[in-house]
């Protein structure tokens, strides 16, 4: 009972009290701001390798299918060629 007493009395008390002017929004903001850039680069990070990786397996790829888009045309090219004159 005496501790209920008590509450309220220091409840009252509090309630009465005006809060500090005190501004810490920006203070806020900048540690918020910063650990969400660090939690960017942590994840950023992975992605750009498997980028580069990617990247560094699709050049030989398109080279390669380059190579073999005009070997097989050349073939169909020269026959095309060898019968143009009955086309005509």
Do not use: H, K
């Not at 942590?42 to 980028?51: D, K, S």
């Not at 790829?61 to 073939?75: H, K, M, N, Q, S």
């Amino acid at each position: 009972m005496r501790n209920e007493n008590l509450f309220e009395i220091l409840a009252a008390r509090a309630r009465g009290e005006t809060p500090p002017c005190v501004d810490v929004a920006g203070r806020v903001i900048a540690i918020l701001t910063a650990e969400q850039d660090r939690l960017d680069r942590m994840t950023e990070r992975p992605l750009m390798w498997l980028a580069v990786l990617s990247s560094a397996a699709a050049i030989p790829a398109a080279v390669l299918a380059i190579v073999a888009y005009y070997t097989w045309v050349d073939p169909l090219f020269e026959i095309s060629q060898a019968i143009e004159w009955v086309i005509q």
